[in-house]
């Protein structure tokens, strides 16, 4: 029983039970793809969905958050081409991956949740924002070679089924970890319930 339990989530791991005809290298790979996603997916929910209510436990106005919200999505468009002329054009894709959202997202994210303890009233708001605007513009810098990497290691015949069993999971993951940080920010307060949550969408990434 216990063997069965285990190969059943072997197997979801790795996509599905289709993926037993695939070599081992390759089930391996798409099973530490899954464990990237199914991380990912914990960090950013909180990120997405607290980022907002951080900044106005620090004072930010509703204009300021309009004003973020406008550059975040300005600066994912004005990346995508660079990113996709660097993604040709470095020796390791997994390298640029691993440095534009990997270490410098999480380094961001480490500062975003530091930033009180540094400075306080709009001095801290501006310093969010600007950081925020600065690691979505390294995240997107790295987003064409993640998904010319995704391409290579999820075979073309089979993509679909991966990535769907892949997104439900990081849809469950995404909604309870969401659920259990609001929880946690409840029950510890404003500003600190945020910089823990801000703490653990690190460790989570």
């Known amino acids: 029983m216990g063997a069965l339990v285990w190969q059943n989530i072997v197997d979801t791991t790795a996509g599905g039970r289709w993926s037993r005809q695939l070599t081992d290298q390759t089930r391996r790979n798409l099973r530490w793809f899954f464990s990237d996603g199914s991380f990912s997916s914990a960090s950013d929910s909180i990120t997405v969905t607290y980022l907002t209510l951080y900044l106005l436990a620090l004072g930010a106005s509703g204009a300021q958050i309009g004003y973020l919200t406008a550059a975040v999505s300005l600066i994912a468009v004005v990346v995508l081409l660079p990113g996709a002329m660097l993604s040709e054009r470095v020796k390791s894709r997994k390298n640029l991956v691993l440095y534009s959202g990997g270490y410098v997202g999480r380094i961001v994210l480490l500062l975003m949740a530091l930033v009180p303890f540094a400075v306080s009233g709009q001095a801290a708001v501006i310093v969010v924002m600007v950081l925020k605007v600065c690691g979505d513009a390294s995240s997107n810098l ?10 290579d290691v999820v075979p073309l015949a089979w993509r679909g089924r991966y990535f769907a069993s892949r997104n439900i999971i990081m849809g469950v993951i995404g909604m309870t970890i969401t659920y259990a940080i609001g929880q946690l920010i409840t ?19």
């Open 187 to 205: 029950n510890v307060g404003a500003p600190i319930g945020f910089q823990i949550a801000f703490a653990l969408a690190v460790l989570f990434g």
């Open 142 to 151: 790295g987003f064409p070679a993640w998904a010319s990497l995704a391409a």
